[in-house]
């Protein structure tokens, strides 16, 4: 019996396993996680090292050699990228993509230990590494202020209280908390010292004597026994003023004799800056900036993200404030949404042009019923495959709707022909599936064998294109099935005898002028071709060549730069500038930025390089939404502001606009996330970055690098 007849002449099974079909087709499209792109993210994990006081040269050779020596008997790994200054190294180990980041941890971690005899004895801390990719961008930003705060306090509330509760949650990597930690400030009285002929070393042994905290033992009675517990941490300057010092003349001489405490933080070169609408945003300000596991979903994990900062909005105080910077899941969950549009769009002047040129709404159900049947099972194939609803797939969709009724055409005008001969519409359908079954499995395997070379592309692009091209190759292999099920069963159960004698409609008699004039025009237009063959000839050539030049000649990218709505960027300024300094260029950067009308909100930060070097900053700029009074487009705003920029003559400026589509890169890109990165080597360090900095200057040269 042939495939089709059984569904052909089982209608109420048919039915009911389309049904099926459809209701766990919407629990997949609900279910099915929601993402810009495929989640294909590189196995990166970084290892992170600090060692304060010593010079780039010497964490090098005593910190990151011993670390990259063991790192590199890890199987799997592609590459390490070690950023080495002042008291800090950073090491990014990217593994191949058939690695997972959870799997490669516990290697990573064995390595670590493996090379924790060979590193320095004065370490304050063993090496800790994340999963997480430096060349990523954070997936969300808070901003945490207070106007009756203190720096110091309002970075301990937003380290502990808020960035400890975010970092539990699943998929968070890491959480950087941007701010002045709180600590006590000891200025010593040099006048003091020398009249009570102590040194300085004494002041240090008595403040690391007096905040040391070690067991100190119990006591035992006939009845009870209590463990002793000694308050050896000291939190407040007026804890540490009582420590005593030494002895002069058998008196004690304490710390507050010869010193001054004050509470004040640890860094006093951090400044955070928040401005929104052009003015600051109250005095004391800490940022937050969140980073998701590779291969965690950025819309998922903000959701998570929003959940907690719910429960926390019910437990800050009053003086605190809380505020999302920016999240980057709003503008992913947007861009879908437009993509899914477009998707319902397309199904729509899809069902409209079969129905202007069949002419019967009868005849137009039985093809465009196919299409939300055909969408919908493909979700469950789509699920059970570990897919996403992103940019990609969504366009895979839009893109085989044109194809995903063209067999379900052919079934139904092959059985309306048969049907007009006279035969009864089930005879009509069986003796239709005989003819064209072998017909539309070939034409879907033909169009299947196009798209299974994207399937087996290989690295980030291939792995992003494979689920562009499967999702394709799934909705047609779902429209086949349907149209040598469904299709047939609609056919022999809607079509009617009609003897060849059915009057036209309005649709059909307005189509066929439509294609009669069409017709018309295309017999002129085919006898001047065939009159004038040279002239023909001569402009098929042009265009030819006119295709060649604007292939070469257009600007060609992976992913536009799209708009975001949000920027962020660098400030540099010449190695060893002072914090004054700095901070004055930070303040010409925010007045430029205040300034500008497409910008809604920005923070800047200064004094987080590691070490005495304080001449680097960072900052970001939120953008008012899209259509709002005095906002540019993306690439005029970022261009005007790069113009603006180059009038400062205290340091550089870099900026750019974050990518509305992001795709990882691996761990080989900077940690700015830079889009291009080049390695270069040599025995000679000296005449290495010497060549470099020769090198910076041509690139710098070349029109487009900023």
Request: glycine residues 8%; charged residues 20%.
């Amino acid at each position: 019996m042939l495939f089709s007849e059984v569904f052909i002449r089982k209608p109420i099974m048919t039915t009911l396993i389309m049904m099926a079909a459809l209701i766990f087709g919407a629990g997949a499209y609900f279910a099915l996680p929601v993402s810009d792109l495929p989640v294909v993210d590189y196995p990166v994990i970084t290892i992170n090292v600090s060692y304060p006081g010593a010079s780039p040269q010497m964490v090098a050779s005593t910190v990151a050699n011993p670390l990259e020596n063991e790192c590199m008997q890890i199987q799997g790994l592609q590459t390490i990228l070690s950023n080495n200054t002042e008291g800090q190294s950073t090491i990014t180990l990217t593994f191949d993509l058939s690695i997972s980041v959870d799997l490669a941890a516990p290697d990573v971690q064995a390595a670590i230990s493996r090379a924790a005899g060979n590193l320095p004895d004065d370490l304050p801390e063993p090496p800790t590494y994340d999963k997480d990719n430096p060349s990523d961008k954070p997936i969300m930003h808070l901003t945490v202020t207070s106007d009756t705060l203190t720096p110091g306090q309002l970075y301990d509330y937003g380290n502990t209280t808020i960035g400890q509760r975010i970092n539990m949650v699943k998929g968070v990597s890491k959480v950087d908390v941007w701010g002045a930690k709180s600590a006590v400030r000891v200025q010593v009285d040099p006048d003091r010292l020398a009249s009570y002929e102590i040194g300085i070393d004494e002041i240090a042994s008595a403040i690391k004597n007096g905040t040391v905290i070690i067991p100190a033992g119990s006591l035992n009675g006939p009845l009870r026994a209590f463990s002793i517990e000694p308050q050896g941490q000291l939190l407040k300057a007026e804890d540490y003023e009582n420590l005593i010092v030494t002895y002069r003349d058998n008196s004690p001489v304490y710390l507050r004799d010869v010193a001054t405490c004050i509470d004040g933080t640890q860094n006093d070169v951090v400044r955070v800056m928040y401005y929104k609408d052009g003015e600051k945003w109250q005095s004391a300000c800490v940022h937050i900036a969140i980073s998701r596991e590779s291969g965690a979903n950025t819309v998922e994990l903000a959701e998570r993200i929003r959940d907690v900062l719910k429960e926390l909005e019910e437990e800050i105080p009053g003086a605190v404030n809380l505020n999302v910077f920016y999240d980057r899941s709003i503008q992913i969950v947007d861009s879908v949404n437009d993509v899914r549009n477009t998707v319902f769009i397309a199904l729509i002047l899809v069902v409209l042009v079969i129905f202007l040129f069949i002419g019967r709404l009868s005849d137009t159900i039985i093809p465009g019923i196919t299409l939300p049947f055909t969408i919908f099972a493909t979700f469950i194939f789509m699920l059970a495959a570990g897919f996403s609803l992103d940019n990609l797939s969504l366009m895979g969709l839009t893109l085989s709707v044109g194809f995903l009724v063209d067999d379900a055409i052919v079934v139904l005008e092959n059985t309306e022909r048969h049907v007009e001969a006279g035969l009864k519409p089930i005879k009509a359908a069986i003796k239709s599936m005989k003819e064209i079954t072998g017909t539309v499995i070939s034409t879907s395997l033909a169009l299947v064998t196009v798209f299974i070379p994207l399937v087996f592309m290989s690295g980030v692009v291939g792995r992003n294109f494979s689920e562009f091209a499967l999702t394709v190759v799934i909705a047609i292999v779902c429209s086949t099935i349907i149209a040598l099920t469904l299709t047939p069963m609609m056919c022999a159960r809607m079509l009617k005898v009609s003897g060849g004698n059915v009057p036209k409609t309005k649709v059909e008699r307005f189509t066929d002028r439509f294609v009669g004039i069409l017709r018309d025009k295309y017999a002129i237009l085919l006898k001047w071709v065939l009159k004038y063959k040279l002239v023909s000839i001569g402009i098929w050539i042009a265009c030819v060549i006119g295709s060649v030049w604007f292939f070469a000649t257009l600007p060609k990218t992976f992913l536009p730069t799209g708009d975001s709505g949000a920027i962020d960027g660098q400030m540099e300024m010449l190695l060893g500038t002072s914090t004054d300094e700095i901070q004055k260029f930070q303040d010409e950067i925010d007045l430029i930025m205040q300034d500008d009308s497409s910008i809604d909100k920005i923070v800047t930060v200064t004094g987080l390089q590691a070490g005495a070097d304080q001449s680097t900053g960072l900052f970001y700029a939120v953008l008012k939404p899209q259509g709002a009074k005095g906002r540019k487009p993306m690439d005029k705003f970022v261009a005007g502001l790069r113009e603006k920029m180059k009038t400062l003559i205290r340091g550089n400026v870099y900026l750019e606009a974050i990518p509305a589509l992001q795709i990882s890169t691996g761990g080989e890109s900077t940690a700015s996330g830079s889009k291009y990165s080049y390695v270069m080597k040599g025995m000679d360090s000296s005449i290495l970055y010497k060549c470099a900095l020769e090198f910076e200057k041509e690139v710098k040269s070349v029109p487009g690098f900023v």
